[in-house]
C-alpha cells in the first residue's frame, strides 16, 4: 500500500485550529481509516492469486508454441510395416562379361582388340513392385543385350592349337524376371538392399561360329570350307557357317543383387543396385509409389 503523504498536513492545521488533544484524536481516526480493511486485504490477495495463475499459464503455452515450431515436419517418408505399397517405374542395368569370367567356365578367348570386356551391352525396360515391412517383391519386362562387337575366337582349353572358332554374336533378350529384395533402413530415406532374381528370356538374334586358321601368327580368319592348304585349320569335319543354338532353346536369367534404396519423397523411390549372376550388373531404376 502506498503511504498517504496528506496527513502530516492534517495534522498540522488541527494543531493550529484547535489543539494538541483535538490534534491526536483527528489523527488517530484518519490512520483508522486509512488503514486497509481485512475484506480489502482478501481482494487484493485473490487479485494477487489470478495475476500468478495467469502469469504461470504463460511459459506454459510458449513451450508449447516453441516444441511445436521445433518438432520435425513429417514429409510421410515413414512406412507402416503393416501395409503394402505397390510402385511402377523404369530399369536401366548395364550388362557386363569379362573374359576371364567366361574363361573360367574352360575355354580360351581371343578378341582382335584384346579387349577385357567382351559384353557390355544396355538393357532397358519397365518394373511393378510390391513392398511391405522392408520386403520387395519386383516383376520386370525388359530387353538386354548380350553380344559383342565383331567376331571372338574361342576354343576348348584341352584342345590343340589348330582348334580355334570364330564366333559372331548378335544375341539379345525379352526378359520377364522376378527380383526378391529385402532391405535395412537407416533412416526413413535410405536403406541398403540384398537380394536375388531369376527369369526367363526369348532369344532374339543368336550365334554362328565357322572354324579359324591363323597365318603367320596374326589374328584368325574365318575358312571358307575344307582347304588343302590349310588342312590343319579348316579340316573335313569341321564347322562352317554353323548357328549355335541356345542348349535350352530360351535364356534363363539368375543373379544376385544387392545395393542401395533412396526415398527423396513420399511417392518416389530409387534403386542403385549392382549384381552378377549372367555376368555383371549395375542399374538404376525408379518407381512411383501409390
Not at 526413413?188 to 536375388?196: K, M, R
Amino acid at each position: 500500500m502506498k503511504k498517504n503523504n496528506l496527513l502530516p498536513w492534517v495534522a498540522f492545521a488541527a494543531i493550529f485550529l484547535f489543539g494538541e488533544n483535538a490534534t491526536a484524536d483527528l489523527t488517530t481516526t484518519l490512520q483508522d481509516s486509512m488503514m486497509p480493511s481485512e475484506s480489502d486485504e482478501n481482494d487484493e490477495t485473490a487479485s494477487d492469486d489470478m495475476d500468478d495463475m495467469f502469469a504461470d499459464d504463460n511459459p506454459a503455452e510458449e513451450n508449447q508454441s516453441t516444441s511445436a515450431s521445433n518438432k520435425p515436419v513429417d514429409k510421410g517418408l515413414a512406412e507402416d510395416p503393416t501395409k503394402a505399397y505397390f510402385s511402377v517405374g523404369p530399369r536401366i542395368r548395364s550388362i557386363m562379361m569379362p573374359s576371364w569370367f567366361i574363361g573360367i567356365f574352360g575355354v580360351d578367348i581371343e578378341t582382335p582388340d584384346d579387349r577385357h570386356l567382351l559384353v557390355s551391352k544396355p538393357g532397358l525396360g519397365a518394373e511393378f513392385t510390391y513392398r511391405k515391412d522392408g520386403f520387395d517383391i519386383t516383376a520386370a519386362l525388359w530387353w538386354v543385350g548380350l553380344g559383342w562387337d565383331k567376331t571372338a575366337a574361342f576354343k576348348d582349353k584341352n584342345d590343340g592349337d589348330n582348334s580355334w572358332e570364330l564366333v559372331k554374336n548378335d544375341l539379345s533378350s525379352l526378359l520377364l524376371t522376378v527380383d526378391f529384395i529385402w532391405s535395412t533402413s537407416f533412416t526413413n530415406w535410405f536403406a541398403i538392399t540384398y537380394g536375388a532374381g531369376i527369369g526367363i528370356g526369348i532369344p532374339i538374334g543368336g550365334l554362328e561360329r565357322n572354324e579359324a586358321a591363323s597365318r603367320d601368327g596374326d589374328y584368325f580368319s574365318p575358312c571358307d570350307g575344307p582347304t588343302a592348304t590349310d588342312s590343319d585349320w579348316c579340316g573335313p569335319d569341321e564347322e562352317y557357317d554353323e548357328d549355335y543354338p541356345l542348349p535350352t532353346g530360351i535364356v534363363p536369367w539368375v543373379n544376385f543383387l544387392f545395393g542401395l534404396r533412396f526415398k527423396p519423397h513420399r511417392n518416389i523411390a530409387v534403386y542403385v543396385d549392382a549384381g552378377f549372376g549372367i555376368g555383371f550388373q549395375m542399374g538404376l531404376r525408379g518407381g512411383y509409389i501409390f
